[in-house]
């Protein structure tokens, strides 16, 4: 997620002119990364002063259980204020899982935490259809652009593959493909 949102942030200054302040969700001690300012901590977010958001979201990454009632409450404060544009991307959306999980437990607090950052945002942008179908299902008016995330582990050479079948693959991705 964080080389996500450190790549859009150089394409909107080198394209448009365009500059970011990251607010990063647990406290730290860097000021600055890649020449863009960062400021510690979620409830410092509101203080700003921004024009827009771009909303990188991953539950988990905000909160340990991927409840994050924090990032909750200091969106729903910051967008009150905000003038501009609110844009979510959804890296992932809520868990799921057996009675004997967790995710099963905490699954719809995490469902309501999504919506309400569905209903904060003027537009979505989601890695997947399984996502887009969510946030759809909640809001079939909003708009929502597919983007799926490039890897950052970089293209194989085709050269080195002489075979017409290898035998040997690394598949990079969530736990649908084992399930």
Known sequence: VGDNALALAGRLMSDHRIRTIFAVAAATDISER????????????????????????????????GVPFTLR????????????????????IYASGPPWRSAFWVRPFQVGIAR??????????????????????HDGAKKVYLVPVMS?????????????SPRHWTICGGTALIE
């Open 34 to 65: 890649n020449g863009f300012k960062i400021i510690s901590g979620l409830k410092s977010a509101a203080l700003a002063g921004c024009d827009h958001v771009v909303l990188h979201y991953s539950n988990y990454g905000y909160q340990a259980r």
């Open 73 to 92: 409450n200091v969106a729903r404060k910051l967008r009150g204020r905000l003038p501009g544009r609110w844009v979510t991307t959804f890296h992932e």
């Open 116 to 137: 309400q950052l569905i209903d904060l945002s003027d537009s979505c942008v989601v890695s997947n259809v399984v996502i887009k179908q969510e946030v759809l299902r």
């Open 152 to 164: 950052n582990f970089g293209e194989p050479s085709l050269e080195s593959l002489t075979v017409k």
